[in-house]
């Protein structure tokens, strides 16, 4: 089987957080036929793996398996290099069952203080897998690297948009135009590979 997509091919994005599945709409530029694993009401699977690729196949192969189609997965979160990469693939999990994101900037404000860091690097990684259902998979990664900054600023994107400011920049992703974000961030740059590999 050729690994290739073709325009309007249809695509089960296998995301369940509507900031993501928006940002790969975007991203996707009317390419693809996106149907969301939401609306086919397919389960999310528990995020075994401990990497951010491994659990991009795992959601991937899960949706592809579950529909007979071919499924496209994300699996993403934020770094933090004083916090030797936490929150990481602990990401959405650092926010609770309640999806409190705020509740989650302030962990990582505290954990920064108790360690009493001054290096507030951080970045953002997006694993992304296209998975053919009983059949090969494909996954890339992407990242982009800034700076946290505290208090959160801006209320434009989701997640930890707030606290991250990207190298080169003042705004964080919170206060930038998503048009400016989908630019540089690590979910464009691992899309880019994934066109390189399969377009
Ligand atoms: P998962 O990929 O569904 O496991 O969730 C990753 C989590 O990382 C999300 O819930 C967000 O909190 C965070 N995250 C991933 N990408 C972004 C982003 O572009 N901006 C802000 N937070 C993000």
Do not use: C
Request: proline letters at 7%; a negative charge; zero cysteines.
């Amino acid at each position: 089987m050729a690994l290739k997509l073709e325009p309007g091919t249809r695509l089960v994005v296998a995301t369940h957080n509507p900031g993501k599945a928006r940002e790969l709409a975007e991203i996707l530029e009317g390419r693809f036929e996106l149907v969301a694993a939401g609306e086919l009401g397919l389960p999310e699977p528990e995020e075994t793996e401990t990497t951010f690729v491994g659990n991009a196949l795992l959601k991937a192969r899960a949706a592809a398996e579950a529909t007979g189609q071919i499924a496209l997965a994300d699996d993403s979160g934020l770094s933090v290099k004083a916090l030797d990469g936490a929150p990481g693939i602990f990401s959405a999990r650092w926010a609770g069952p309640g999806k409190d994101f705020a509740l989650a900037m302030r962990k990582v404000e505290e954990r920064l203080e108790e360690a009493g860091a001054e290096d507030y690097s951080a970045w953002f990684t997006s694993a992304l897998a296209v998975a053919w259902p009983g059949g090969p998979a494909v996954v890339v990664e992407g990242r982009v690297d800034g700076t946290l900054s505290f208090p959160p600023r801006g209320d434009k994107g989701f997640g930890y948009d707030p606290i991250f400011v990207p190298a080169g920049f003042d705004q964080t992703f919170g206060e930038m135009e998503p048009a400016t974000k989908d630019g540089l961030s690590h979910r464009a740059r691992a899309f880019a590979k994934l066109k390189a590999a399969l377009l």
